[in-house]
C-alpha cells in the first residue's frame, strides 16, 4: 500500500543539502519518481504480457483505465534536473493505480504511451462509421444472394438478376482490420508528447520520510512522527517534542554533564530549529519541560501535574509527564474547545487545573493560542485565582507598557 504525494506539498528545504536539488537527490538514491496522469484529457494505452504457462506468455495491448500515476526513467530525471523540463511519450518503468481512500498499488506492464483522448473518440467515432456502413453493405450483399437462390412465385424480371455472382470482395473494403486500424490511428495522430518540470512530480510518503529522518539525523535533528494536528499552528510545541526524542530516546542533544549546561543546548537546539517558534522569551520554560524529569519541587507553591490530563496514548515512554500535560491541552484546545479561541482566559483557567502556573502559564497560553494573555485576561485570571483562595505568581507580557495595574491590599 503506497500513498502519493506532490512536489509542493514536501518540506525540501528540511531535506536536501544547499549543493543539491531534489531531483538530483532523488536521482543520487534512486527514489521513485511519478508524474500524474491527466485523466481529463489523456487516456493510458498499455502494452504487456501475460503468462498462460512458466514457458509460454501472450502480448496484450489496449486502453487501461485503473492507472494515476507513471514513474518516470532515470534519463528523464536526469534531463530535469540539467535543463529543468523534459518531453516524454511513453513510460516503461511501472505505475501505480487510481487512489482508493488515498491509497495506490502498484502496476506492472512492459510500455505505455498517453493518447489525447478527444483525438482519439473523434478518430474511432470516424472509424466505427465506416465499419457500420460495411457491415451495412454486406448485409446487403447477402440479401441479394439469398433472394436469387431462394424459389420464389415473383417473375423473372422483377428478380435481382446476377445477384449470385456478387461476392464479399464486391463490397468496398477496409484496409485493416479494426485493431489494426485503431493501431494506425493511435500511432499516427494522437499519441502526446508531455513537457513536465519539478512541479509536475508525485512521490511515495514513506520515500519522503524516510529521506527526511535520514537529513535529520545528519544534522543531528532525527525527526519523530508527531501525534497531533496541530504542528503549523503551534510549532514551539512541535520542536519540544522533537527536542524530548533527540534528548531523552537517542541522546544525542548534548553531552553536557552539567543540567544547567544541558538545559542551554536543548535552548539552543529549539532555536536553532525555529527561532520564531518562541515569542516573547517564551524559550525559557519551553526547554525546561524537555527533559525526562524535572523538579516541581523547587521553589514556592510548585504543583505536580493533574494526572487526568495525561494522555497515555499519545504519549511516549521519552516525553516528560509536564510536556504531555502540554501537548494534551493543545489538543484539546485546537480541536474540542467551542468558545471563542480570542477568549483565553479558559486556555489560562485549563492550564492552572493541571498544574502550571506563573512565567510558565503566560508562556504556555502565547505557545498554544498564538498570543500572550491580555492585560484584560491577567486581572480576570487573577481574580478567578483569589476566588479559589489561591495565591499566584506574576505573569510576563509583550508590550511592558500593557502591564494591568492592580489594586493594593491592606494589610
Not at 520520510?209 to 494536528?229: I, N, V, W
Request: proline share 4%.
Amino acid at each position: 500500500m503506497r500513498k502519493i504525494l506532490g512536489y509542493a506539498a514536501v518540506e525540501w528545504s528540511k531535506i536536501v543539502e544547499s549543493d543539491e536539488t531534489p531531483v538530483e537527490l532523488c536521482l543520487r538514491r534512486k527514489i521513485p519518481v511519478y508524474i500524474k496522469i491527466d485523466t481529463s484529457s489523456q487516456l493510458v494505452y498499455r502494452y504487456y504480457h501475460s503468462s498462460i504457462s512458466p514457458d509460454q506468455k501472450i502480448a496484450f495491448e489496449g486502453l487501461y483505465d485503473d492507472l494515476a500515476y507513471l514513474r518516470l526513467e532515470e534519463s528523464i530525471l536526469e534531463e530535469i534536473a540539467v535543463f529543468g523540463e523534459a518531453s516524454v511519450s511513453s513510460f516503461e518503468c511501472g505505475g501505480l493505480s487510481s487512489p482508493k481512500n488515498l491509497i495506490v498499488e502498484k502496476v506492472e506492464f512492459d510500455r505505455v504511451e498517453l493518447i489525447d483522448r478527444n483525438r482519439w473518440e473523434e478518430a474511432k467515432r470516424h472509424f466505427e462509421l465506416n465499419m457500420k456502413e460495411w457491415e451495412m453493405r454486406r448485409e446487403w450483399v447477402e440479401l441479394l444472394r439469398n433472394a436469387e437462390e431462394t424459389p420464389s412465385s415473383e417473375p423473372a424480371e422483377g428478380r435481382f438478376e446476377g445477384a449470385s455472382r456478387l461476392t464479399i470482395q464486391d463490397i468496398p473494403e477496409i484496409p485493416h482490420s479494426l485493431m489494426t486500424k485503431l493501431r494506425d490511428i493511435r500511432q499516427e495522430k494522437v499519441v502526446v508528447t508531455i513537457k513536465i518540470d519539478e512541479s509536475d512530480l508525485h512521490f511515495e510518503i514513506a520515500d519522503i520520510e524516510s529521506m527526511m529522518q535520514d537529513a535529520l539525523k545528519k544534522r543531528g535533528r532525527a525527526h519523530c512522527p508527531y501525534p497531533f494536528t496541530h504542528e503549523k499552528e503551534m510549532p514551539g510545541l512541535y520542536w519540544m517534542y522533537q527536542a524530548a526524542y533527540v534528548h531523552n530516546k537517542l541522546g544525542s542533544l548534548t553531552t553536557k554533564k552539567s543540567s544547567v549546561e544541558r538545559l542551554q543546548d536543548v535552548k539552543a537546539w529549539l532555536l536553532e530549529n525555529d527561532k520564531n517558534a518562541y515569542p516573547s522569551r517564551s524559550i525559557r520554560n519551553a526547554a525546561k519541560f524537555v527533559p525526562l524529569h524535572h523538579d516541581r519541587k523547587r521553589g514556592k507553591l510548585r504543583k505536580e501535574f493533574v494526572p487526568d490530563v495525561y494522555d497515555e496514548r499519545k504519549s511516549p515512554d521519552f516525553i516528560s509527564k509536564g510536556l504531555s500535560c502540554i501537548l494534551s491541552i493543545a489538543d484539546w484546545w485546537e480541536r474540542y474547545y467551542q468558545g471563542d479561541k480570542e477568549d483565553r482566559l479558559m486556555l489560562a483557567i485549563k492550564l492552572d487545573a493541571s498544574g502550571f502556573e506563573g512565567l510558565e502559564l503566560g508562556d504556555l497560553v502565547h505557545l498554544i493560542s498564538g498570543k500572550p494573555l491580555s492585560a484584560e485576561d491577567v486581572l480576570a485570571f487573577e481574580a478567578h485565582l483569589t476566588e479559589k483562595g489561591q495565591d499566584h505568581k506574576p505573569f510576563d507580557f509583550v508590550d511592558k507598557e500593557k502591564r494591568p495595574k492592580r489594586a493594593r491590599t491592606k494589610q
